[in-house]
Each structure stands twice: as C-alpha cells, then as structure tokens.
C-alpha cells in the first residue's frame, strides 16, 4: 500500500537485522557490527551506521549522528525547514 510523507515530518530508523564482520588485521580477531538504517519518509534518502551492539547508548550515538548527516546535507543543499 503506497503512503504519501509530507517532508521532515516523518524518519524510520531500526537495525537490519543482518550483522557485518570486523576483522581485526593484527589479532586475526572476528567482532560482528550491527547496523542502524534511518530513512526519511518523503524523500527515500537513507542513512546508514555500523554500531558494536544495539545497546540503548549505541541507539542514541546512531540517532545523533543520522541528525548531523541530514542536517549537514539539508545545509548544503540550500533548503530549510
């Protein structure tokens, strides 16, 4: 079902699901990184975030960082809200 989004009134944001390995070169060492995705309503833009866990302080960092990436690029694209 298609919906219509009014822009910047609407953000999704979740983890894939899908983890991604980290190698470590020195120690041989495999960590696994989950991944954050936001996507804004109207437009699609997707932004995404490699994180070490879900943990509530990693959900946060993510969010901070999505805010500055589409603040950043709503800046530089000259349109204010």
């Not at 699609?44 to 943990?55: C, D, K, L, N």
């Amino acid at each position: 079902m298609r919906q219509t989004h009014l822009a910047g009134e609407k953000m999704f944001v979740d983890y894939s699901g899908v983890t991604m390995p980290i190698h470590n070169q020195r120690t041989g060492e495999v960590e696994y990184a989950q991944i954050f995705i936001a996507v804004l309503g109207a437009s699609g833009y997707t932004f995404v975030h490699a994180t070490p866990s879900q943990r509530q302080e990693d959900f946060i960092y993510s969010h901070v960082k999505c805010y500055g990436f589409f603040l950043w690029r709503s800046a530089k694209s000259g349109s204010s809200r």
